[in-house]
Each structure stands twice: as structure tokens, then as C-alpha cells.
């Protein structure tokens, strides 16, 4: 069975500031894909970076970043400069071998950004 | 259609009352998911169907929650008899190999 944990059940980080939001992971599969969603107040969920278990290099987006520890099963969102606008949920989620399989969520972070 | 539409944005339905929720999917996206998100959680698989075919439906909770897509396109989660604990939002997700997931806005039941 696949499970997601996170953590950190709320943050705060000032404006400007990087911020690391903490996620790991459990699966028997040997192929598998990590995944980082937002979901701001409006409840919309935003696709924000993957991370396949055999890609060689951390994912990056813009601003995102997923520190990928193989080892570890962990796969950490960096966020750098952090924005007012990154007020929000955000969710961890993986995905077995399969690239057409359901995703698994773990149970989010909600993160403050403190002008 | 661009995205995925979810119908209706809002249902407010009292106890024992059936209600059926729609999920329009993006134009050929062959799998289609439905999520339970309940308030300050995270979301919660439901089933899964690929194309007509219910793949997997080992999240629904109870018998009282059916899901169908006949054509392969829109789907219908339906939940019969709704009790007070059903109030959630109920999200939909599409998605076609290669295409990654995409989410519509949900639509949030409450049970009163």
C-alpha cells in the first residue's frame, strides 16, 4: 500500500523567505511519481511540480523545487521567495507504477505567508 | 472543453435525500477520478474508471455511493440516502497518459 505523510499541519513564513514543506512517502513500487498541489481558499487544485522516482535530477518549476531524497523517501517543496499569493493548502501526492493510476494524497500543509 | 467541469458548484441536501454529482472531463482524457475532500483534509480516492470500465471503486465508503460513466465521457457519482458525515466536497480529476491530472473546482455537499 501506498501512504503520504505530512507533517507540518500549519506554517508561518515571513515574506521573501524560502520555505520547505516537509513530505514522505511509503510504497512497494519500485517505479513511482511524487507530486505537489496547491489549493488556495477557492478550492481549485493546482498542479504545481513531479518528480519521477527514476529521474536523475530534482524537479524544478520557477520558484518550486522538489528536494528528492531516493533513500530517504522524502521529497520536500521548496518554495524561494516566498509570495503572499503562496497562502495556501498544499498537498503532497504519489502515483503508483502505473502513469495512469490514481494518486494518493497526504493530508496537506497550510502554509501563511506573513507580510 | 478546456478544463474540468464540475456540476453543481453547491448542493445543500437534507438527511436521507439522494443527490447526483456530475464531472464533465477534458475532451479525450481516457481515466477519470472522483475524490472526497473533507474540510481540512486531504482528498480522499473514491473510484476510477477508464474509458466506460470502473477500474477501481475501493474508496467508495459505503453502498449508498454508486458512480457510473456509460460513454466514456461525463461521469455521475451518485450518493443515495445522504447522511450527515457525506458532507465533503467532492472532487473529479482527468487525465490521458502523458497529460498529468487535472482537477475540476469541485463540488461541496452539505448535509443538513
Known amino acids: 500500500a501506498q501512504k503520504i505523510t505530512q507533517t507540518q499541519p500549519g506554517m508561518f513564513v515571513q515574506e521573501k523567505e524560502a520555505v520547505t514543506l516537509d513530505c514522505t512517502y511509503d510504497?512497494?513500487?519500485?517505479?513511482?511519481?511524487l507530486f505537489w498541489y496547491k489549493q488556495p481558499s477557492s478550492g481549485e487544485m493546482i498542479f504545481l511540480i513531479y518528480q519521477g522516482s527514476y529521474d536523475q535530477q530534482n524537479a524544478t518549476e520557477g520558484r518550486y523545487s522538489l528536494n528528492f531524497q531516493k533513500a530517504r523517501k522524502s521529497a520536500n517543496l521548496v518554495i524561494s521567495a516566498s509570495q503572499l499569493g503562496d497562502s495556501a493548502m498544499y498537498f503532497c501526492?504519489?502515483?503508483?507504477?502505473?502513469?495512469?493510476?490514481?494518486?494518493?494524497f497526504g493530508k496537506g500543509t497550510r502554509l501563511h505567508i506573513l507580510p | 472543453g478546456a478544463g474540468v467541469s464540475q456540476s453543481p458548484r453547491y448542493k445543500v441536501a437534507k438527511r436521507g435525500q439522494d443527490v447526483a454529482l456530475r464531472c464533465d472531463p477534458i475532451s479525450g482524457h481516457v481515466s477519470l477520478f472522483w475524490y472526497q475532500q473533507a474540510l481540512g483534509q486531504g482528498p480522499e480516492f473514491l473510484t476510477y474508471?477508464?474509458?466506460?470500465?470502473?477500474?477501481?471503486k475501493s474508496g467508495l465508503p459505503s453502498d449508498r455511493f454508486f458512480a457510473e460513466r456509460p460513454e466514456g465521457s461525463v461521469s455521475t457519482l451518485k450518493i443515495q440516502r445522504t447522511q450527515q458525515e457525506d458532507s465533503a466536497v467532492y472532487l473529479c480529476a482527468s487525465s490521458t497518459p502523458g497529460d498529468g491530472y487535472t482537477f475540476g473546482s469541485g463540488t461541496r455537499l452539505t448535509v443538513v
Open positions: 510504497t512497494s513500487d519500485p517505479s513511482y511519481g
Open positions: 474508471f477508464q474509458n466506460e470500465a470502473q477500474l477501481d
Open positions: 501526492a504519489m502515483r503508483g507504477w502505473n502513469r495512469d493510476d490514481k494518486i494518493i
